[in-house]
Structures are given as structure tokens and as C-alpha cells.
């Protein structure tokens, strides 16, 4: 299975951790999102690049629901 995902301007605290909510879909079309608390980038590839293309997304807003709780594992 492979995900498609863009992040949005939604924190919300998952397990006690704050997570970006990133919506997207499968590659069958089915829509997700996922509660990204950590995301690492290869050793071998400069992330700053990533890093910027992040910042550029418009910045978390106070925590809100974005999903039914009964989501969270």
C-alpha cells in the first residue's frame, strides 16, 4: 500500500505526545489521515530541504480535534 500525504495546520496530542495531522489517500483512493508525532529523513540526504518545504506549510494551529478518538490505537 502507498499513502499520499500533505500536512496541515492541525496539532493534536496523541498517547501524550503532540502529532501533526497530515491528510491523504491510499493509492486506491481511499481518503486517510495520520497523526505523525516523529519523522526522520535518511542520513544520506540533506534535510534541510525537507525541513524548509515543511516550514512552508502554513504553522500548527492550538490543538483541536481532527478525528474521532476511537481512531487512536
Known sequence: MRLTLTP???L???NGVPA???IGETDEGIAIQAC???IAVSQEVDCA???RALRAQPAP?????AF???MVL
Open 68 to 70: 474521532s478518538m476511537r
Open 20 to 22: 501533526r495531522v497530515w
Open 12 to 14: 493534536i496530542t496523541v
Open 8 to 10: 496541515t495546520d492541525q
Open 36 to 38: 505523525i508525532t516523529r
Open 49 to 51: 530541504a525537507f525541513e
Open 61 to 65: 494551529t492550538p490543538e483541536r480535534p
